[in-house]
């Protein structure tokens, strides 16, 4: 029972029905309609990159041939295309690998759907970037351009944190956008500075 095959919808993870596994990826037709939805949700300019793994549900970045992926070895990624048809792991992962491509990882933020103030004005002073729900359901992923010498994650009081990265690092990716965040990469110059 526990080897069951999961939908590959990354927010289900409903066990795929006995006649169906051995040719389906998804529990039903809403799954399907959900995932292809979130796959046009995600910027061009980050599907069109070879940067991509899979991951498990304890957000261990994966190959497409069910190994342990790196964020610093480019022969553990793939195309986006590959990836979304592997059934390794739970879901997508993208690899930051300092070519312009940055994350701000908003931790702990959402709370029914409710941003704390300390993200808000973050969000605030954002240009109209891609923003996804994390897979946590509880933060917020900013990508957009920029870059960043070195990593950096500050920890609040509260529990939460603020993380910036843009190269050897890899992000569990879910699609989800937060409310009406564009399928674009913004330059997050000004923002990126203000919080290194």
Known sequence: MANRPKCAEPTCGEPLRALARSVAKYCSARCRQRASRRRRAIPAEMTRRE??????????????????ASATDRSTWTTYRSACRSSAGVGLGFVLDGSGVVCIDLDHCLTGGVVAPWAQEILDRLPRTFIEVS??????????????????????????????????????????????????????????????
């Not at 940067?51 to 342990?68: D, S």
Request: proline share 4%.
């Open 51 to 68: 940067t991509w793994v899979r991951r498990t549900a304890r957000k261990v970045p994966v190959t497409t041939g069910h190994r342990v």
């Open 135 to 196: 897979a946590s359901g509880h933060g917020l992923h900013i990508f957009g351009r920029g870059h960043i010498a070195t990593g950096r994650r500050i920890r609040r009081g509260d529990g939460a944190a603020i993380e910036v990265y843009g190269d050897r690092r890899y992000i569990a990716i879910t699609g989800m956008r937060y409310k009406s965040a564009p399928p674009v990469l913004a330059d997050l110059s000004e923002v990126l500075a203000d919080l290194i």
